[in-house]
């Protein structure tokens, strides 16, 4: 299977150019199945072909998707495996349709904690499609904001012990740039399924002045048409970043 363009929607005028989307409810669809957890994990991840799909007739240039967080460590050891063997074969599968449509693929998130061959997969994909010009397709594995706070402080006051940086230059700017997403612009817009209203620790400063919308559908049901009615909902919101309207 191949990714085509998204021939029926429309770019939504005033749309949101990045797209955060904190992929909730997998293990509830199962449930509601009476299938394991990981059956909806598996459906989960076809989800995401769909929606990477639609990007680029929606007029969404940046993609950021939650696949696992600092916190899913937690989960059974059942769960957890099936996850990373989940995630190496997704990788795997969808790397050559990724350079076949165009789509630049980065990861963010802690990887030293992955094992070796999903971290050499992750290493293949970004490589792959490094010249890839269409949708910024970016997975957050192991990915907690505090935990990428601390990794940029940690790199940043390394900078400042060596002399490469001086404390009275760290600002608004400089920080950014110690992040895992310091070449993408800030998500104009965070959704998450399956009716849970928290952020879980998703892209905690990138998102200061993000719209949220939590939307009930689980995650493996959230379809194009969804999101796009979604992405419509966005357009009608007036972002006003601290001022008042003129
Ligand atoms: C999200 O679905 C996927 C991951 C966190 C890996 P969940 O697994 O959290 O599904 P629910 O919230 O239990 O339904
Ligand atoms: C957030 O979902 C993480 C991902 C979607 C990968 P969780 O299901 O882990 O979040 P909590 O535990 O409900 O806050
Ligand atoms: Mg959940």
Request: hydrophobic letters at 40%.
């Amino acid at each position: 299977m191949t990714y085509a363009p998204a021939a029926k929607e429309q770019p939504v005028s005033d749309g949101p150019r990045h797209v955060a989307i904190i992929m909730d409810g997998n293990g509830r669809w199962a449930q509601a199945r009476g299938r394991p957890r990981l059956f909806g994990h598996h459906a989960g991840a076809r989800r995401v072909r769909e929606i990477v799909e639609a990007c680029p007739g929606l007029g969404v240039d940046y993609l950021t998707i939650f696949a696992f967080s600092t916190e899913n460590w937690k989960r059974t050891q059942t769960e957890v495996a099936g996850l990373m063997s989940l995630f190496r074969r997704y990788i795997m599968k969808e790397m050559q349709e990724f350079v076949r449509y165009n789509v630049r693929v980065r990861f963010i998130g802690d990887r030293l904690r992955l094992e070796v061959k999903l971290r050499a997969l992750m290493d293949e994909a970004e490589a792959m499609t490094r010249d890839c010009s269409g949708l910024n397709l970016t997975i957050a594995i192991n990915y907690g904001g505090r935990d990428e706070v601390a990794r940029a402080t940690k790199r940043l006051a390394v900078d400042v012990a060596e002399g490469r940086l001086k404390p009275e230059d760290v600002d608004l700017e400089t920080l950014p740039r110690y992040l895992d997403t310091c070449v993408l612009p800030d998500p104009d817009l965070v959704i998450r399924t399956s009716g849970e209203a928290r952020i879980s620790n998703f892209l905690l400063w990138q998102s200061a002045y993000a719209e949220y919308e939590f939307i009930d559908t689980l995650w493996p049901d959230f379809s194009a048409r969804i999101f796009s009615e979604v992405l419509m909902q966005y357009g009608a919101r007036e972002r006003r970043f601290g001022t008042v309207r003129a």
